[in-house]
């Protein structure tokens, strides 16, 4: 599914490019204070940002930390290393090792190579260890530009076909936090595809396309108690740069504007009386929106949507 393609994304855009180029300062950090999930073994110092980490990390060791290096470098690997136990990723070896292969290219001592694409491996081992119960397996995983800013899933287009999950490779230079919660993004998603309905949604796609969105922002920033299938707890929103903080705060606001708008449309249209009946009687039958939205909006049928606020406007 979609991230909102007219909100400005001068957060993410800046931090992705500069992050690449190594142009990030080094002291940008999280709003929460807290420092980062990367570690440079030379210095000791922790980083937000895999790129900022290969960009200023000396590659020399000594006496004191050589121990903690311990891995064999492919095509000159960089000293930096995802931490073996951060508040954001839990204690998993295994990630750490996924991770450091598919970032830097790095193999960590004692692992053999996968004989699948580094970021593929990553993206598996997150599904699979994080998400369940959705597994690596029960998707078509693919890498590369694509419709949406870091990642999209959309539905197999024939019966019995695997959901497509698209991943753009820029997102692995972001927080670790952040790939984590595109992840999960996606995964509120797979679980909205798999919901049925006795109403069709010809006429009020608009609605339901913008509810989904809002509803996986909504997760993202854990603004709702609402039971998943997956069991990520862990709030991922204190653990990122501050630009992906805003970003995320932005597209649920965003989202929020996109649900109104598009009811406001539906229940003012030339067609109201039918579609408008359709999506009275769609709401309550998804269940985020009956127990989540529902509540939080009950003059929802007419209240107005008003202008779009400036912060979603494209550039």
């Not at 095509?75 to 750490?96: E, Q, S, V, Y």
């Not at 287009?157 to 999950?165: F, H, I, R, V």
């Not at 009811?263 to 999506?279: C, H, I």
């Amino acid at each position: 599914m979609k991230y909102h393609k007219l909100r400005s994304r001068s957060f993410a855009i800046f931090g992705t490019i500069a992050a690449v180029a190594g142009l990030v300062p080094a002291h940008l950090g999280a709003q929460s204070g807290f420092s980062g999930d990367i570690v440079c073994l030379s210095t000791r110092k922790p980083f937000l940002l895999p790129g900022v980490c290969e960009s200023t990390c000396p590659a020399h060791a000594n006496l004191a930390n050589l121990n903690a290096l311990n891995y064999g470098g492919v095509n000159g690997a960089t000293f930096c290393d995802l931490k073996p136990g951060t508040p954001a990723i839990a204690r998993d070896d295994r990630i750490r090792q996924f991770y450091d292969l598919a970032v830097w290219n790095k193999i960590l001592g004692g692992h053999p190579i996968p004989r699948d694409p580094p970021k593929l491996v990553l993206v598996a081992h997150i599904l699979n260890n994080y998400y369940t119960p959705y597994k690596a397996s029960m998707f078509t995983i693919g890498f590369g530009p694509s419709a949406e800013k870091w990642a999209g899933l959309t539905p197999g287009s024939n019966p019995g076909a695997k959901p497509a999950l698209m991943v753009n490779e820029d997102l692995f230079w972001l927080t670790p936090a952040f790939v984590l919660s595109v992840m999960g993004h996606e995964m509120v998603h797979m679980e909205q595809f798999q919901r049925r309905y006795k109403t069709s949604i010809v006429g009020i796609q608009t609605v339901v396309a913008a509810l989904r969105e809002l509803e996986a922002s909504s997760w993202e920033l854990r603004k709702d108690g609402f039971p998943r299938s997956f069991k990520v707890t862990t709030p991922l929103v204190p653990y990122m740069q501050e630009p992906e903080q805003k970003e995320e705060e932005i597209n649920y606001a965003c989202d929020q504007w996109d649900v109104s708008k598009a009811v406001e449309d539906v229940m003012t249209g030339p067609r109201k009386e039918v579609y408008g009946q359709m999506l009275t009687s769609w709401l309550p039958q998804d269940p985020w929106v009956r127990q989540v939205w529902l509540p939080q909006n009950p003059g929802w049928a007419t209240h107005p949507a008003g202008p779009r606020p400036q912060v979603c406007k494209s550039k």
